[in-house]
Nanobody, 122 residues
């Protein structure tokens, strides 16, 4: 599966952005989808995941209550709605996919998209 992330940009603290990740290739609805981020000088970290049906989600503690992951299987797209953004949310955001939830949540999914830069100014 090929993944293409978009929607990043520059936003002021307290603002919102919605990232999108379009998938192509094999059956999108079979995959667990996830978002990760990597800030300068830091390791890549898990942000959020959603199972194939949308019935199960996981979030990093740092984004709970502010970020929402969703998916539209008809459009082969997963989204990350980011509200109440903070400067510490500044990072390159990546979408990822795997058939297994555990590999997404633990940061080792099989497929990765290219990143999209999110910059939050104070």
């Amino acid at each position: 599966v090929q993944l293409q992330a978009s929607g990043g940009g520059l936003v002021q603290a307290g603002g919102s952005l919605r990232l999108s990740c379009a998938a192509s290739g094999r059956t999108f609805s079979s995959y667990v989808m996830g978002w990760f981020r990597q800030a300068p000088g830091k390791e890549r970290e898990f942000v959020a995941s959603m199972n194939w049906s949308g019935s199960m989600t996981h979030y990093a503690d740092s984004v709970k209550g502010r970020f929402t992951i969703s998916r539209d299987n008809a459009k082969n797209t997963v989204y990350l709605q980011m509200n109440s953004l903070k400067p510490e949310d500044t990072a390159v955001y990546y979408c990822a996919a795997d058939v297994r939830l555990v590999t997404v949540v633990t940061g080792t999914p099989e497929y990765w998209g290219q990143g999209t830069q999110v910059t939050v100014s104070s």
